[in-house]
């Protein structure tokens, strides 16, 4: 079989998300009962990409719109994994509820967090989808706000509610919402200099860069999000057994 460099970068996903989605699973283990949920949360995010770059990587997730290949898959994996990437921090921030007020003002919070990077997603797909220069630079706006609005929410109202909830957890919330923004930013403009925006870069490079990026948004993201917990619940993850 001869594989192109771009169906070779996401077999090359596939597979690294795959095994980050095994290494989940043997890790879960290690977790106390009742905070599996968190390892739960990153296995069902890198399944949904596994699935998603298989799907890519059998030509089966992409259309062609005026000559331009839209890789649909993306936007779809996309859809669900970031709310649910961003699902996983809130809930290291956010743990316990104290009253009523508290638990409106987090479902508030929450909701508008996760309706934001929804709607980011979708108006990135309609960037992409565009067939003239205007509709794609509004669409990309758009999509960039409601990222701005997602990182404003994330470090500001989320991050000093953990603070006043739980010293140890908000310190985690932040180390990990430090390694997802490095990483999310790359994204816009990766999409920018690739083949949705001004093809400054092959589509070879832009695919590799995404699957990288993927791997570490998701498998190593994933890992680092059930080895801080066990490290938060006391349980050394290599002491035990
Ligand atoms: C698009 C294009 C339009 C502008 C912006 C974008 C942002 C995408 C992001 C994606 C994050 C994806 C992750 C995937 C899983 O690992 C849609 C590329 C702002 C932030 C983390």
């Given at each position: ?9 996401f077999w ?44 890519l990587a059998r ?183």
């Open positions: 079989m001869d594989l192109s460099t771009v169906q070779q970068w090359f996903g596939f597979v690294g998300l795959g095994a980050g989605s095994l290494v989940i699973i043997y890790l879960m283990d290690k977790l106390p009962a009742k905070k599996r949920f968190h390892a739960l949360l990153a296995l069902l995010i890198t399944s949904i990409a596994t699935i998603s770059y298989y799907a030509g089966q997730a992409d259309i062609t719109v005026a000559g331009h290949v839209v890789y649909i898959g993306r936007y779809l994996d996309w859809v669900f994994t970031t709310p649910l990437l961003l699902l996983s921090l809130l809930v290291i921030a956010l743990p316990s509820i104290k009253s009523t007020a508290e638990s409106r003002e987090r479902f508030s919070l929450i909701s508008t967090v996760l309706v934001a990077d929804i709607l980011m997603i979708v108006t990135g797909l309609f960037a992409d989808l565009s067939t003239n220069t205007v509709d794609k630079e509004v669409w990309y706006v758009a999509s960039c706000l409601w990222f701005l609005i997602v990182l404003y929410k994330m470090f500001g109202e989320v991050k000093s509610l953990a603070f006043s909830h739980n010293q140890r957890s908000a310190e985690v919330y932040t180390r990990l919402l430090t390694f997802l923004s490095v990483a999310w930013v790359c994204y816009p403009i990766v999409w920018l200099l690739g083949t949705s925006g001004y093809s400054v870069i092959s589509l070879a490079t832009e695919t590799a860069v995404y699957a990288i990026l993927d791997v570490s948004a998701k498998a190593v993201f994933g890992i680092l999000v059930v080895v801080s917990i066990a490290k938060l619940h006391g349980k050394e993850i290599d002491s035990s057994q």
